[in-house]
């Protein structure tokens, strides 16, 4: 009898702990060895900027798995532990301190990492970025006294530490080149929505502004400079300017890389023993007709069964709608698609947009291809399918809340 096969999968987050329960449910008997770099059992990201990071949250809240699961699954999760290269003649790993892991198919779902600020400065103790369990502890003793905060990037990651910051009482200042908050993201309309929001509650945003200084004493930061020359007095700096798929071990290997590790709609590589999920991934999206690399959580949620199925030969696709949420303050919201600036023609609203209860839709020749529903619950789905059809919609019959989506 041949010895059953042996899976691995690099990165012992959210995708890689979710693709080894999914292997587990389809019933593969064979081995499993699931390494981490953290100390950290598999946990989700979204709470290090939310909740857990405004203490509302226990910690044993983040976890994926309680922490005998991988034991009770016959999972070998092993943490702290570096993967140095992959040898795909030998279907072999090589570990950081010597060792060694062979595979039969693989799965790479390192991740990404914080876009560094490299300016003066940028050493100086008090300067944060945030990714991992101990950035949010860390973070959440800096703004729990108070004091003046100033945060580089008004993107997702910027705006919720922001919140939090706001929350717990701290003076914050928002630097941001683009022309308003989530520009990139959200384009111009919604974004300035989320503008007006931090600004209600006392964010000051200074926009066409980049921080091109740190300085202080002590080795600890005092004060942020910007492009304009501004001096920004500062007992912490938050940087959140993005994030940069861990690659380098795919490349390294030779795998095709392209703004991520390059994937066709099974999740599979350019290595057919190889896959890749999570923020890594540059898979081709159907709905899309061409790659896309998402790096929210329902993007690791939702890619990793789908890997996982597709290692065991399943007829798999995955053409999950990209999803993402946020809370900030008392405004939470859900969006579906990809609203990104150059993607839309049109933004239609139905709702109150002063109360901040309404669902934006962003519309591509009459067609819906992302919407946002803020503080106005159980409408995302209905939303998904209204992109998935790629009808044209009448914008009166849209905006109209009389009509239920389902009818449209």
């Avoid at 939470?332 to 023609?345: C, K, V």
Wanted: include cysteine.
């Amino acid at each position: 009898m041949p010895d059953e096969p042996t899976f691995v999968i690099v990165g012992a987050s959210l995708a890689g702990a979710k693709a080894a329960e999914t292997l587990r449910e389809e019933g593969f008997s064979g081995g499993i060895v699931l390494l981490g770099d953290e100390t950290e059992r598999p946990y989700e990201r979204p709470p290090l900027s939310k909740g857990y990071l405004l203490g509302k949250d226990e910690k044993s809240s983040i976890y994926v798995h309680e922490e005998g699961w991988y034991r009770e699954h016959g999972v070998d999760l092993r943490l702290g532990v570096t993967v140095t290269s992959i040898d795909r003649t030998a279907r072999q790993i090589s570990l950081a301190g010597g060792g060694a892991v062979s595979y039969d198919r693989l799965l790479l779902a390192t991740g990404s990492s914080p876009r560094h600020l490299r300016v003066p400065g940028g050493d100086l103790g008090g300067v944060l970025y945030l990714r991992r369990v101990e950035d949010s502890e860390r973070l959440q003793a800096a703004i729990g006294g108070g004091g003046r905060v100033v945060i580089a990037g008004a993107g997702w990651i910027g705006l919720e530490v922001t919140a939090a910051a706001r929350e717990s009482g701290c003076e914050v200042t928002v630097v941001e080149p683009e022309a308003t908050a989530l520009h990139r993201m959200l384009g111009p309309e919604l974004g300035g929505m989320f503008t007006d929001l931090h600004t209600d509650h006392g964010v000051v945003f200074r926009f066409g502004e980049t921080v091109s200084e740190f300085r202080g004493s002590g080795g600890q930061v005092g004060e942020a400079v910007t492009s304009s020359g501004a001096r920004l007095p500062a007992d912490l700096v938050v940087v959140g300017i993005g994030a940069i798929p861990n690659v380098e071990l795919a490349a390294d290997a030779g795998l095709e890389v392209s703004n991520g590790v390059v994937a066709d709609e099974r999740l599979r590589t350019s290595d057919q023993s190889i896959w890749a999920a999570g923020d890594i991934a540059g898979a081709f999206h159907p709905l899309y007709g061409r790659r896309v690399r998402v790096e929210h959580w329902a993007n690791a949620l939702n890619g990793g069964p789908v890997a996982a199925r597709s290692m065991l030969d399943r007829d798999v696709i995955y053409d999950a709608v990209p999803y993402f949420y946020s809370d900030q303050y008392d405004l939470g919201m859900e969006t579906a698609g990809l609203p990104e600036p150059g993607s839309y023609d049109d933004v239609v609203y139905r709702g109150d947009r002063q109360a901040r209860e309404f669902i934006a839709f962003w519309l591509s020749g009459g067609a819906v291809v992302a919407g946002m529903n803020v503080n106005v619950w159980d409408v995302n789905d209905d939303i998904q399918a209204l992109i998935r059809s790629r009808r044209q919609i009448d914008p009166a019959r849209l905006s109209d809340p009389d009509i239920p989506l389902t009818d449209l």
